[in-house]
Each structure stands twice: as C-alpha cells, then as structure tokens.
C-alpha cells in the first residue's frame, strides 16, 4: 500500500558530521513537509514544498540545515555540520494539493554525540 | 504564549468513559484544525479535521469547534486501551493544508485503564 518512506531509520554521527535523511513521498503527492521533533519543543516544521518548489524553511537553521526535492519522488534534508542538539526524530510527511490530510513517515531518529 | 495549547497530561481515564481533549489556539484567523494520533515511538496518523463551528462526529470521535473562544476540543467516547496515545492538536491559517503550514501543540498524552 501507498506510504512514505524514510531513510535511514536510525542514525548515530559525531558532532561535526554531514547527515543526510532522505523521504519518498507517496506516489503522487505534491506537496512535502519536514517536521523534528523532540520531547521539549515538540513537533516543528522545518520546511515545505509544493510541487518541488521550497515554500517556506523558515523553521529551519539556515547556517546548517539544507532542504531539497532533487525530483518529485525524493526529498532531502541535510545537517553540515550536525551539533548535539539536533538530535531528534526527523519526519517528512507528504499530501495532495486540495487535501486535507499529511501522511506522515515512519521518522529518522538522529543521535548526534 | 505558544500558539497552540494543549494540556500536557497525562489524562487517564477507565475503559468506556469519554476522554476529553482540549487545545486552544492564538491566531484568530486560523481556519483549518486537526487531531492527529500518535503512538509511542510511531509517526502522527490525521483522525480528525474541522472547519466551521459546532461538532463533527465520526464513530467514536467528536471533535467540537468554537472560533470565538479560539478552542478546538476532541471527546471520545467508549474509549478504549487502544485509544491509548498522544493527540496532537494542528491549527493552519487558511482553508485546507495545501495552501499552508500546520503548527503542532506539544500534545496530550492520553491513558485508558482496562
């Protein structure tokens, strides 16, 4: 059946590594959604796309978070450099243009040491 | 003030009771909300949207609206072990989600007692 995907599942990198977390929208859909989250600021959006154009990153740390639809059937977000801080569970969630609902991955959980 | 209020919990409640959940939201243009469910260690899953004013039932769920007083509520009824979760309240400043972003409240943990 139709889900999101997300790779890797689990990560665990040192303080100062290049992570690199990678979504599969559902076939179809257009628009993309990168959550974190974490037990003290719940869930954020991080950034959106509709249709691979980036509409909004503001929740995101621009000197070091970067988001990319390199095409309509993949999603990326990267961390350069990753700090301790950023660990997290890291969900994409994807939906249609005139849709209520966002289907949500299975997550990345990020541990960065 | 964050933008999305829920009590944090945790709310326990005995099977077959209604658990009632409530969330409170700053922007006074807001026009789309939502309840998403979350089990421990899975990803939000969407239960519930409403857009007017009043309630929507769907089976067990109800979710009641009141844009003057900025509250947005979910009660479900005959709950059950495995409506054992964390609900998410979602607000969105326009009609539907493709034309903006959600903003999530911290949740409300929620447990029924067999």
């Known amino acids: 059946d139709a889900r999101v995907t997300q790779t890797p599942r689990h990560k665990v990198t040192e303080m100062g590594q290049e992570v690199t977390m990678r979504c599969q929208p559902i076939l179809g859909h257009n628009t993309v959604f990168w959550y974190r989250q974490t037990m003290m600021q719940g869930l954020e959006l991080l950034a959106y796309?509709?249709?691979?154009?980036?509409?909004?990153d503001s929740g995101m740390p621009k000197d070091r978070f970067s988001a990319e639809m390199p095409d309509a059937t993949l999603a990326t977000l990267k961390i350069q450099p990753s700090e301790p801080r950023d660990s997290a569970v890291y969900f994409c969630?994807?939906?249609?243009?005139?849709?209520?609902?966002?289907?949500f991955g299975p997550g990345t959980r990020l541990t960065v040491l | 003030q964050k933008e999305v209020e829920q009590n944090s919990g945790p709310l326990s409640v005995p099977e077959g009771a209604i658990a009632s959940l409530n969330c409170t939201y700053s922007d006074r243009g807001s026009q789309s909300f939502f309840w998403y469910r979350q089990y421990s260690g899975k990803s939000p899953e969407l239960i519930m949207s409403i857009y007017s004013n009043g309630d929507k039932e769907d089976g067990r769920f109800t979710a009641q609206l009141n844009k003057a007083s900025q509250y947005v509520s979910l009660l479900i009824r005959d709950s059950q072990p495995s409506d054992s979760a964390t609900y998410l309240c979602?607000?969105?400043?326009?009609?539907?989600?493709?034309?903006?972003?959600?903003?999530f409240g911290d949740g409300t943990t929620l447990t029924v007692k067999p």
């Open positions: 969630a994807s939906g249609l243009t005139g849709g209520n609902e966002q289907f």
């Open positions: 796309f509709r249709n691979r154009a980036p509409l909004d």
């Open positions: 979602a607000v969105n400043p326009v009609l539907n989600t493709n034309a903006g972003k959600s903003t």
